[in-house]
């Protein structure tokens, strides 16, 4: 068996899978770390060698969520020698082999918040960036990815193409989000490519503007803002601002391209205004209805005294 062979092999196999390029990097780097800690040949490693390399990824103080990201880069590799090189082993990950983890709650934006970030952006192409994320849940690659003709400006649509996971949605331009492109566009640099958001100064002008260029913008603003922000808090900030405007979590789903509602529900235990209102609603009417109770009692207390 040729390693090197395989490898490339399986590189191959996750493109023509639609795997993104940040996903396929990692998984060859991931997949090298453990090849060269590996001390015995490819083919013949157990369950007993993936426990060791998980040791030892614990020793190095790895966080679960990078030693679960090494497992599926091994399982998927394995799982490749076995399905398509037909080579006759067992996979060693095992699916009991995955670290638990705790999943963080969502951190969104508060209103005051949103302002002061906003207040700060005086770019018309970072004012539509950001404004689409906040109105639109975009993810940050999902808005480097954005063409021109994705922007369907009669209808207030946006379609997105390039979505996690190679899925794809159309969300909707609000009022604000609207006019910040139209602004954007007037000032867009002239050049020949088809991303909608290009390097507007410097030696790259008119070029596409890419996922880092994004982040690091948005931490010259938060910077000037006065507190920590990220890309994703926006897709955050939008999901929990529609949840408490009571729109339906079915929506909000289709509206982020969450595969899975359970995914969706996460913000339902945030910040959920609705089900503040309604506990305040409902606990008025069982004191009311108590209190009700109390005084009916008391009433007839009297009337017997009488």
């Known amino acids: 068996m040729d390693i090197t062979d395989s490898i490339i092999n399986y590189r191959r196999s996750l493109k023509r899978r639609n795997y993104s390029r940040y996903t396929i990097r990692n998984y060859m780097c991931t997949l090298k770390q453990f090849i060269i800690w590996l001390k015995v040949p490819i083919e013949t490693t157990c369950h007993k060698d993936l426990v060791d390399f998980i040791d030892y990824l614990l020793a190095k103080r790895l966080m679960p969520k990078t030693i679960n ?54 770019d018309p192409r970072d004012l539509a960036i950001f404004t689409l994320m906040l109105r639109c849940g975009l993810r940050v690659e999902e808005v480097a990815k954005l063409t021109l003709a994705a922007v369907d400006f009669k209808r207030g649509q946006v379609f997105v193409y390039h979505g996690k996971g190679a899925k794809e949605r159309v969300v909707y331009l609000s009022k604000d989000a609207y006019q910040a492109l139209l602004a954007y566009l007037e000032v867009r640099p002239a050049a020949r490519a088809k991303r909608l958001f290009l390097v507007s100064k410097g030696r790259y002008r008119g070029r596409p503007l890419n996922v880092r260029g994004i982040q690091h913008r948005m931490k ?78 008391l009433d007839k207390e009297n009337r017997m005294i009488n």
Request: net charge positive; charged share 25%.
């Open 69 to 122: 990201c090494y497992l599926d880069s091994i399982r998927g590799f394995y799982d490749y020698l076995i399905h398509d090189e037909q080579i006759a082993m067992q996979n060693p990950v095992k699916p009991g082999d995955t670290l638990r983890m705790s999943k963080p709650l969502p951190r969104f934006l508060h209103d005051d918040q949103v302002r002061r970030l906003f207040a700060q952006i005086d």
């Open 220 to 297: 010259y603003y938060a910077q000037k803002a006065g507190f920590k922000v990220t890309c994703h808090q926006l897709r955050h900030t939008m999901a929990t601002q529609m949840l408490n405007a009571d729109a339906d979590l079915v929506t909000i789903q289709d509206l982020l391209g969450h595969a899975y509602i359970r995914t969706t529900e996460r913000y339902c235990r945030v910040s959920n205004q609705k089900v503040r209102r309604d506990y305040y609603q409902a606990i008025a009417k069982v004191i009311d209805r108590h209190a009700s109770a109390d005084q009916k009692k």
